[in-house]
Structure formats: structure tokens, C-alpha cells
């Protein structure tokens, strides 16, 4: 291997000796050369000696003084929330949704409120030209908002564009699968494309403290379509979610490097744009009237986000001595058996002459064993023939000898469950809760079954 040189550098001219001497052979100067850290000498050291060659970069304490960053509110107090309290200047934040769902509506009007307040605010559409953002703009009234539009594809372009006037507080780019950098080959929207024109963006955006929203496509199911790294590039991920059949949709962070992804916001499409709901419940419970005997509301986690199921039980007495059927839709049948053991060992509430049947409003599959005290509670209400509360969440995890156990999120479930309207929960003992939702704790299944009859 090749002996590490060590170099001696003059600091009054920059020349270089091979070893020490008391005056600079260049300038003449004396007592100048200094040792420095050993000169690569191979193509191995090349690439594995970091230690010398660079730059040094002055290190910070965690104790240096920062300012919070400034967030500037967009006036849609929905949109706000979701992503934690306003837009951070710099800040680069992802939207993606189905096709048609509003993503556009919901940014353009998001611009026109941020430019009527005088913020400097950017429109780029890949996909539409500038007249049909325009009309766009007409029918959601919004027509004489100072927004800037352009119909653009090249990065460079809208770079150039930014730089020349003087930039702005918020570029929209509208979609990140249109766009198109000549730094490097390939058509718009290929992963490389993507990245590289992200990637370009995202740079402009953090040093000039604009702030940047990037709209982007979804595969068909459901996860933003292009690189995966396009999410860890930005610092914000938003989904827009809704059923097109229906009008509510919602607003949700999946990654905020800012603040918390656990709020929603709630919007409802109609003729004239995106309109806030700041209460859903009004929206979710219309199809809720008097309470139903039979019927349970669930905090179910999905992945990790939190979704409310409607559990329901129906209950039918037998005359006849037959084997009465258990029959469970997206619930598993033989924890439905093992819940009615509990209730008839534990709690004396015997279903042995009833049928018994189960399901998951919706068609959604529940496997989570929190949702046992739901079940429970739903089975118990169709034999009694007493509803539980329409504004009550039901949660907590059956053990054999009828203990309810805590659950896993259950912060992130009952802050949904207060987000949609709910206002009282059942659950296990331990769990404490702030947002305003009227908590009943219950150790054993024997007192929810007292509970519901009244005992
Ligand atoms: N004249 C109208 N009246 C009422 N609602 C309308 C009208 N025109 C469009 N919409 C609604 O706006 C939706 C389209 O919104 P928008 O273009 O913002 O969606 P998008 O998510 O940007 O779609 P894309 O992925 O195609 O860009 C339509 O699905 C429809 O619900
Ligand atoms: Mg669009």
C-alpha cells in the first residue's frame, strides 16, 4: 500500500512542499509552510479518506436561537388545520387525490384567498390552460383574485419566470407528473422526470423561503404515483379523500414536518367551490337519526389513520328448538363466538335461542380486536331492544374472563371520533382524553351490560 504523504502548505502563497523547510522556496517568506492532512495518495484513500480535502462546516448547539417559523394562514381555517396552522414560508407540501376530486378547486381557491391578502401567490397548471383555470376561477367566483396564472411544463421556464418577478410567497404547481426538467432525459411524468423536476422545484422553493404546493397523481390504489421519494422530498404530504358519488371530502396530512398528521379538515364540494364544514357531524350523521337498537359506533384505525364504522347486530328469537345460526359480515366468526361466550359465561346474557347475525356497515373488514366491546355492546343492544346513545364511540379489547383492555391509539381514535360530532365514549379505564368527548370507563364487560339495560 502506498505510504499517506503529508504536505506542507505555505500560508502566505499557497505553494506546496513535500517536506518541511523554514523558508518558502516560492515567496521567500520565512516560518509560512505548515503541515497538512496527508495528501491522497492512492485512488483507495481517494475514496475512503473523508477526512481531508473538504470544507469545514461550523457546527451549531441545539441550544441556538431559531425562530419559529412564521406560518402564513390561507384564510380556509379547514385547510389550516390540516396542515397544522398555516403554510410555513419554504415549506414544500404535497397534494394528491383520485382524478376529480377537487384538487385543483381546492388550491386555486386557496391561492385566491392568500393573493386578496396580498401575499404574492403563482399558479402554474401543466394541465390546463390558462383559460380554463380562468373559467374555473369565474364559476367559483373568484374571478377578480390577483393570482398569477401560467400554462407551463418546463421547470426552467418557471424558474426563470420566478426569478424575473421577483418571486412569491406561494407557487402551486398543478401537477408535478407534467412537469419537465432538461437537465436530464426522458418524457414527463417517468420517475427520473419526476424526481429531477421535484427536486428542482423544491430547491428554488427552500432558498428563497417560497412556499411551494405540488399536486400529484395517484395510482389506482390510492398512493401518490411516481417515486416513492417524492414524498420523503417534501416536507408536507396531504391527501384529499371523498367518495365522487358523495360531496364531503377530506383533507389529511400523512407527513407534516411541521405539525401533527392527526387533524382532518372537512370541505364539502358544491356548485360554487369547496365550502368548509367546520362541524361534519352535520354532514356524517345526517343518515343518523333516533338511535337504533342493534347498532354501535366504532374507532377503527386504517393503516394510521383513524375511520368510523357503524357495527350492527340483529338478533332473532327461535320458538323452535333448532341450532340457531351466527352469521358475521367483516368480522371474524369465531371472535363473534368467543364474544357471545363471554357474554353468557360472564355477564349471564345468554343467546342460546336467538339467531345472530353481524356486520360491518359498509362493507368494511374489521380484524382490530379493540372493536370487541363494540361488537359486545351491538349484540347486547339487538337482544334488549335498547339502543345505545347515536353520538357515543364504542371502544376496548374483550379478555376471557370478561376484563376490558386498553387499546392501541386511542388518543388518535377519540380525537376523530370529537372531529366528527361524537360526543360520548366507552372505553377502558387508563385513557384520557381533551378534546371535549364525555368519557364512561368500564373495567369489566359485566358493567357495560348493566350499563345498556338500565340495570
Ligand atoms: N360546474 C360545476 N358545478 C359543480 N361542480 C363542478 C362543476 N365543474 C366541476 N365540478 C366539480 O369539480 C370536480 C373537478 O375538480 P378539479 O378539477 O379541481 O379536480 P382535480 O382533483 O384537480 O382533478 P384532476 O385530477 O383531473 O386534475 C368535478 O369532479 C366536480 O365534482
Ligand atoms: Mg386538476
Given at each position: 500500500m502506498a505510504k499517506p504523504k503529508t504536505r506542507y502548505v505555505c500560508q502566505s502563497c499557497g505553494s506546496v512542499a513535500s517536506r518541511w523547510q523554514?523558508?518558502?522556496?516560492?515567496?521567500?517568506?520565512?516560518?509560512?509552510l505548515v503541515q497538512e492532512s496527508a495528501?491522497?495518495?492512492s485512488i483507495f484513500a481517494a475514496k475512503h479518506?473523508?477526512?481531508?480535502?473538504g470544507r469545514v462546516i461550523p457546527l451549531v448547539g441545539l441550544d441556538h436561537p431559531v425562530a419559529l417559523p412564521e406560518r402564513i394562514s390561507t384564510g380556509i381555517a379547514e385547510f389550516d388545520r390540516a396542515i397544522g396552522g398555516g403554510i410555513v414560508p419554504g415549506s414544500a407540501m404535497l397534494v394528491g387525490g383520485d382524478p376529480g376530486i377537487g384538487k385543483s378547486t381546492l388550491l386555486l381557491q386557496v391561492c385566491a384567498d392568500l393573493a386578496a391578502k396580498g401575499r404574492g401567490v403563482i399558479y402554474v397548471s401543466g394541465e390546463e390552460s390558462a383559460e380554463q383555470v380562468r373559467l374555473r376561477a369565474v364559476r367559483l367566483g373568484l374571478g377578480k383574485a390577483p393570482v398569477r396564472l401560467a400554462s407551463a411544463t418546463s421547470v426552467r421556464d418557471i424558474l426563470t419566470t420566478l426569478g424575473d418577478n421577483g418571486g412569491a410567497d406561494l407557487l402551486v404547481i398543478d401537477s408535478i407528473q407534467t412537469m419537465h426538467s432538461d437537465l436530464i432525459e426522458g418524457a414527463p411524468g417517468t420517475v427520473s422526470q419526476v424526481r429531477a423536476s421535484a427536486q428542482e422545484l423544491v430547491r428554488f422553493a427552500k432558498e428563497h423561503g417560497t412556499a411551494l404546493i405540488l399536486v400529484g397523481h395517484v395510482t389506482k390504489d390510492g398512493t401518490i404515483a411516481g417515486p416513492r421519494v417524492l414524498e420523503h422530498m417534501v416536507d408536507t404530504v396531504l391527501s384529499f379523500e371523498g367518495e365522487r358519488s358523495h360531496q364531503y371530502r377530506i383533507l389529511r396530512a400523512m407527513k407534516n414536518r411541521f405539525g401533527g398528521t392527526d387533524e382532518i379538515g372537512v370541505f364539502a364540494m358544491e356548485g360554487q367551490g369547496l365550502t368548509e364544514v367546520p362541524n361534519p357531524s352535520a354532514l356524517f350523521l345526517t343518515h343518523r337519526g333516533e338511535p337504533v337498537s342493534g347498532t354501535s359506533v366504532f374507532p377503527a384505525i386504517e393503516g394510521s389513520r383513524p375511520v368510523l364504522v357503524e357495527i350492527q347486530a340483529l338478533t332473532v328469537r327461535l320458538a323452535t328448538g333448532a341450532t340457531p345460526r351466527r352469521a358475521a359480515v367483516g368480522w371474524d366468526s369465531g371472535r363473534l363466538a368467543m364474544i357471545l361466550a363471554v357474554l353468557e359465561a360472564r355477564?349471564?346474557?345468554?343467546?342460546?335461542?336467538a339467531e345472530v347475525y353481524l356486520n360491518v356497515a359498509g362493507g368494511y373488514r374489521l380484524s382490530d380486536p379493540a372493536a370487541d366491546l363494540a361488537v359486545a355492546a351491538a349484540l347486547v343492544s339487538a337482544l334488549s331492544e335498547r339502543p345505545i346513545a347515536s353520538e357515543c364511540v364504542v371502544l376496548g379489547e374483550i379478555a376471557l374472563s370478561g376484563e376490558i383492555r386498553p387499546v392501541a391509539h386511542a388518543g388518535l381514535r377519540l380525537k376523530e371520533a370529537a372531529k366528527l360530532g361524537f360526543e360520548k365514549a366507552w372505553l377502558p379505564k387508563g385513557i384520557d382524553c381533551d378534546d371535549g368527548v364525555q368519557l364512561t370507563r368500564f373495567t369489566n364487560l359485566r358493567e357495560v351490560v348493566d350499563h345498556i339495560l338500565g340495570r
Open positions: 523554514g523558508q518558502c522556496t516560492d515567496c521567500s517568506e520565512w516560518n509560512t495528501e491522497v495518495s479518506n473523508l477526512q481531508g480535502g355477564c349471564g346474557v345468554s343467546f342460546a335461542t
